[in-house]
């Protein structure tokens, strides 16, 4: 994604085209993006050799999920209607893992019946209502145990997820209670120990300290794991002044942590895989002008990207055709939704602007379309795939007749 001759292109076609065509405001993703960050994603770790399930949560297009599934990567989903879209792309069972704090009865049960991979567990009561369906089954089924490892990953508060005082997996007491009680049973397996300490991570620092965690309570536990699902997390460059995270040092700790303990890797890239690969593209409706602020009113809200109002993120946001000429003001690019958390990006400075004009907002291809919403009763954004020269619609702009 660059500038030719001051228009900002996708591949090799203009986003301004691309929002005429279509309309705003509009999704759109780079599939030879998305090509890229699997193959630099698999290079990076292959002398681990990971199974890569690729995290549904962070981008659930049926068509975006079969690129993904051709390139054999799998899937790690955390309710039954993720499992079913992975399943309707393709992904084979056997790569798909099934994690999240509260699966319901039929959930569990719906898992067991397509003989998914792992199914990661998060209670002691999740754990007895998979042995009820094991017995109704007669099957022995294979589970993970989710450890809460006490880390803080350093990544945004509403984002972190490997804490105590947070609601995922177990605590190690609770965790080495449960080894001891089931490591015997006639009805199930536990062939993996699960992790995951948060999101947007972008230091290889807290992967080593949850790697350390890891090995001492293996050796607590005294039991041979198949399977060490590390998780996700893996952060991108949202802006100039973002690090990335180092994959090749996160590689090197675990290639050590595999020095002692035997056993296969399990990698959930989500971020890592979509984010930089889509763009929101918004029409400015109105611009405001206050003696101090330049208010840029589009026609993208919150409840097409919640991001911003949620964690407080920023996306970079660019204009379609590049003009040199620059107004010193603070612009706040805002939506038209009836609440002040209603806004994108404040910067002091950016390009002249004028009414009508077609603006990108960077880095969405993840947790932006799977986090919209009808609110105020706006319609959800259509959904564009790009490659090269060709463009495909790979979800329809809602009308609001269906809606109502």
Do not use: W
């Not at 009763?377 to 790009?386: C, G, N, S, V």
Request: proline share 2%; aromatic share 8%.
């Amino acid at each position: 994604m660059n500038y030719k001759k001051n228009n900002f292109h996708i591949e090799n076609i203009p986003i301004e085209k691309i929002a005429k065509k279509f309309g705003t405001p509009t999704y759109c993703y780079s599939l030879s993006t998305i090509k890229k960050n699997i193959k630099k994603f698999k290079n990076n770790f292959k002398t681990i050799n990971p199974l890569i399930c690729f995290s549904v949560k962070s981008n659930s297009n049926l068509f975006i999920l079969k690129e993904i599934k051709k390139m054999g990567v799998g899937a790690d989903v955390v309710s039954k209607g993720e499992l079913l879209i992975a399943l309707k792309a393709g992904i084979n069972p056997k790569k798909i893992v099934f994690s999240g704090v509260g699966k319901t009865y039929e959930e569990l049960k719906f898992a067991i019946e397509k003989k998914i991979l792992l199914i990661n567990v998060e209670s002691e009561s999740e754990l007895n209502q998979i042995e009820k369906i094991s017995k109704i089954k007669k099957r022995k089924i294979d589970v993970g145990l989710r450890l809460n490892p006490n880390i803080d990953a350093k990544t945004l508060k509403k984002i972190s997820t490997g804490k105590n005082e947070e609601k995922f997996g177990l605590i190690q007491k609770s965790f080495l209670k449960i080894i001891e009680k089931f490591k015997n049973s006639k009805n199930l397996k536990i062939k993996c120990l699960s992790v995951h300490i948060g999101s947007q991570i972008t230091n290889h620092r807290p992967y080593e300290k949850m790697l350390n965690v890891l090995s001492s309570v293996i050796k607590k536990a005294d039991y041979n794991f198949e399977y060490i699902d590390l998780g996700g997390g893996m952060g991108i460059k949202y802006n100039e002044n973002t690090k990335v995270l180092n994959y090749k040092k996160y590689n090197s700790i675990i290639k050590k942590f595999l020095n002692k303990n035997k056993t296969k890797i399990i990698l959930e890239p989500g971020r890592s895989i979509v984010g930089n690969s889509g763009l929101l593209l918004t029409k400015i409706i109105y611009i405001k002008e206050t003696n101090k602020i330049n208010f840029v009113i589009l026609d993208a809200a919150m409840n097409d990207l919640i991001r911003p109002a949620l964690y407080g993120s920023k996306h970079r946001i660019i204009a379609s055709k590049l003009n040199r000429k620059i107004k010193r003001k603070k612009h706040e690019f805002v939506g038209p939704i009836c609440e002040t958390t209603d806004k994108f990006l404040s910067l002091s400075k950016f390009q002249s602007l004028k009414e009508k004009d077609i603006l990108a907002i960077c880095d969405v291809g993840a947790y932006g379309m799977v986090l919209s919403s009808n609110y105020n009763l706006r319609t959800k954004p259509a959904e564009i795939l790009i490659n090269k020269f060709s463009l495909k619609t790979i979800t329809r702009r809602q009308k609001l007749n269906t809606i109502i």
